[in-house]
């Protein structure tokens, strides 16, 4: 499975951005997928993940509730991170991951394929 990221950029407080992970390869064995972020200094965190089938139980972290969506399409060939009432605090490097066993959505080391990520900056 290969991963790539886009959609990142420049907003200001209370803007809106689509991040887009498109998908290829071999996704038969692929049962979740999620987007985390790591802003400079800090760990990488879980933003939002779902397992395939289940979207609506998808997983947010606290910080995220009511502002970020997390969704795919039907052919598991895109992943999308819907953004809105964006904060400076949401500024960070994002990355989609995808996972085969997946026991935690929140777990950065249930997924082992990564994207290279796009960086988000809100001022």
């Known amino acids: 499975v290969q991963l790539v990221e886009s959609g990142g950029g420049t907003v200001e407080a209370g803007g809106s951005l689509r991040l887009s992970c498109a998908v290829s390869?071999?996704?038969?064995?692929?049962?979740?997928m999620g987007w985390f972020r790591q802003a400079p200094g800090k760990e990488r965190e879980a933003v939002a993940g779902f397992y395939h089938g289940m979207i609506g139980s998808a997983y947010y972290d606290d910080s995220v509730k009511g502002r970020f969506t997390i969704s795919e399409d039907s052919a598991k060939t895109a992943m999308y991170l819907q953004m809105n009432s964006l904060k400076p605090e949401d500024t960070a490097m994002y990355y989609c991951a995808a996972g085969t066993t997946c026991l935690s959505l929140s777990r950065s080391y249930e997924y082992n394929t990564w994207g290279r990520g796009t960086q988000v900056t809100v001022s």
């Open positions: 390869g071999n996704t038969y064995s692929t049962t979740c």
